[in-house]
């Protein structure tokens, strides 16, 4: 798990497929969440970059984040599936699972 700046974000998702955790430290659902982003990256096949939204404002409006906690998925530096607003635990699972099954069956 890495923490990105505007600065390394595109480098750390060029390349495979990631998962951008947009969180902050006042974000309650963001730090519930935070133990199943880490066992996702554990158990999935899938690295995990996080962005602190309060430290990287720049980079969360380029990225059109609008509210948190907010999960990106990327494919060698492509945007290919985005989850936020109310996000529970299975939710995520759902969505993560859902996304790699269709990245995989397209060749990805």
Not at 7 to 20: D, I, K, N
Request: proline share 5%.
């Amino acid at each position: 798990m890495v923490e990105a700046t505007k600065e390394s974000f595109h480098e750390l998702v060029a390349e495979g497929v990631t998962l951008v955790d947009v969180w902050g430290p006042s974000c309650v659902p963001c730090i519930q969440l935070m133990p199943d982003v880490e066992r996702i990256e554990a158990e999935r096949d899938v690295s995990v970059v996080k962005v602190e939204a309060p430290e990287n404002r720049r980079l969360c409006m380029e990225l059109k984040v609008m509210g948190l906690p907010a999960f990106l998925l990327f494919r060698d530096g492509e945007e290919f599936s985005r989850l936020d607003g109310e996000v529970s635990s299975a939710g995520l699972w759902e969505w993560v699972d859902g996304n790699l099954a269709t990245s995989a069956a397209d060749g990805g």
